[in-house]
Nanobody, 115 residues
Framework: QVQLVESGGGLVQPGGSLRLSCAASGNIFSIIAMGWYRQAPGKQRESVATITSGGSTAYADSVKGRFTISGDNPKNTVYLQMNSLIPEDTAVYYC?????????WGQGTQVTVSS
């Protein structure tokens, strides 16, 4: 089992920045990839950014050039740096850990971009 706890969400004005954190605990050595997903009201959950245990990253087209995913192995934490935020980025952001036996989700953190 893997437990994930997100933090760092909040209210920010358009053009602003936020950094989300996802702290992993439990059977962390089974994790092969981690990712950030988001779900806006009335919409399906979508992938935002992913990072593998080898450090390879991938991003949704809508966030390329604005968001950066990174990992801090000693702290078992994955970050999502979000810059140049726009109202369309408003959503609940979830962290997901992928293991050879399945995926595990965090509880989510709300990000609201509004003036």
């Amino acid at each position: 089992q893997v437990q994930l706890v997100e933090s760092g969400g909040g209210l920010v004005q358009p053009g602003g920045s936020l950094r989300l954190s996802c702290a992993a605990s439990g059977n962390i050595f089974s994790i092969i990839a981690m990712g950030w997903y988001r779900q806006a009201p009335g919409k399906q959950r979508e992938s935002v950014a992913t990072i593998t245990s080898g450090g390879s990253t991938a991003y949704a087209d809508s966030v390329k050039g604005r968001f950066t995913i990174s990992g801090d192995n000693p702290k078992n934490t994955v970050y999502l740096q979000m810059n140049s935020l726009i109202p369309e980025d408003t959503a609940v952001y979830y962290c997901k850990g992928v293991t050879t036996k399945g995926g595990f989700w965090g509880q989510g953190t709300q990000v609201t971009v509004s003036s």
